[in-house]
């Protein structure tokens, strides 16, 4: 028993430090952030039967998450999730993007202007209802932003991507702006 005690103690000494030195106002090092905002979720859909459908434009809440490692005052590498939030037909639907992405701030102290980009993954979903499937595809962000103070940016991005299964690609592209907080 008091060896589990010693090694529980040990883990929340070493997670204190660990806390310490990742959140110490220096963008070098580990990096968390996250944000919200507004943007228009722009697709059609194309199907094997059907053709291409008209192009819909909804109105849609935006999420933002990044989670990684800053080699320098000016330059972010992260994995990040960006999701688009829409409701339609009384079912609220998530086009969200799942990517390797880099930022690249032009001065090491805010205020400044950064731009960013990221590739890999979009997927489409209907988290919250039963027995849907999510759809996979390929997804790509860039996007710029401005740091007004510390740790708080504005930032404007273009997605685009494109989930499919079963015949069916939902081709989505999203202008949005997210406030966005970064801890480090």
């Known amino acids: 028993m008091k060896r589990i005690a010693l090694v529980l103690a040990g883990i929340l000494l070493f997670a204190s430090a660990v806390q310490v030195q990742a959140f110490d106002g220096q963008r070098k090092g580990f990096i ?18 059907f053709g291409e459908s008209d192009r819909f434009n909804e109105f849609s809440f935006m999420t933002d998450f990044k989670i990684g490692y800053a080699p320098s005052e000016q330059v ?6 960006k999701g688009s939030w829409w409701g339609e037909g009384g079912i ?85 702006i997210v406030f966005v907080a970064t801890a480090f």
């Open 32 to 49: 968390l952030g996250g944000g919200l905002g507004l943007g228009v979720t722009s697709y059609t859909i194309d199907s094997d039967f």
């Open 92 to 176: 609220t639907f998530l086009h969200s993007y799942g990517t390797a992405a880099i930022s690249y701030y032009f001065l090491p102290q805010s205020p400044t202007f950064y731009i960013s980009g990221g590739l890999g993954f979009s997927s489409l979903s209907a988290p919250f209802e039963d027995n849907t499937d999510t759809d996979i595809g390929f997804g790509i962000f860039v996007g710029g932003g401005y740091e007004f103070v510390r740790h708080f940016a504005v930032e404007a991005d273009l997605m685009y991507g494109q989930p499919q299964e079963s015949g069916f690609t939902f081709k989505g592209f999203v202008p949005r």
């Open 76 to 81: 972010e590498i992260y994995y990040s999730s």
